[in-house]
């Protein structure tokens, strides 16, 4: 689930912070930066382990600060592909169930991947919306709901890292001529665009043992 990453970056130590132990300026420095952040084909970044190695640092004109050279461990939340894990369901929807681990909420089970036969059951007003299992037994089916805050165990069957670095502005937009008296920025709502996660997990249900930790409990 934590693995240790090996990174190498350059530590920027204002001058307010000369007088402070330059592991610990740059340990802060470190936290500062990648905390909670996800790395692009990496994992979401939990905290610094250690500093394995540090260069000379140096000022360089017109910037008082130090910049050094920083060889650093950093724990990174990164589960391996078939890894068994737990988690809360925070939500359903049509796309499947949602999970949190607590400190990662981006997990998602889809409709084929849980329990089967499953059924989608949604209020009209979509005030509740559930994903149910219409188990079969010998007296009939039983739906076993899954509901909002219940501990479920899945399998991780795959990632999806999404660069959700800035772009620049649409080339499109810039090309075409503004009529007189109008603007040539594109309305509000084409430029609203849905914000992607950056690390995504997949995960499935469909398999004995899996599920609900109630399921199995009973």
Known sequence: MF?????VDTVRIPPWNFQRQLNEAIAEELNKKLANKVVYNVGLCICLYDITKLEDSYIFPGDGASH???????????????EIMLGKIKYCSQEGVYVTMGFFDDILIPPESLQQPAKFYSRSDEAEQVWLWEYETDEGAHDLYM???EEIRFRVTDEVFVDTSPTGPATAATDAQAQPGQSAAPPAEDTGEKKEAPYTLIGTICEPGLGLLSWWNN
């Open 3 to 7: 693995v240790l990453v090996e990174m």
């Open 147 to 149: 509901d909002q805050g």
């Open 68 to 82: 050094t050279k920083v060889h650093f461990r950093y724990v990174v939340f990164h589960p391996f592909l078939d």
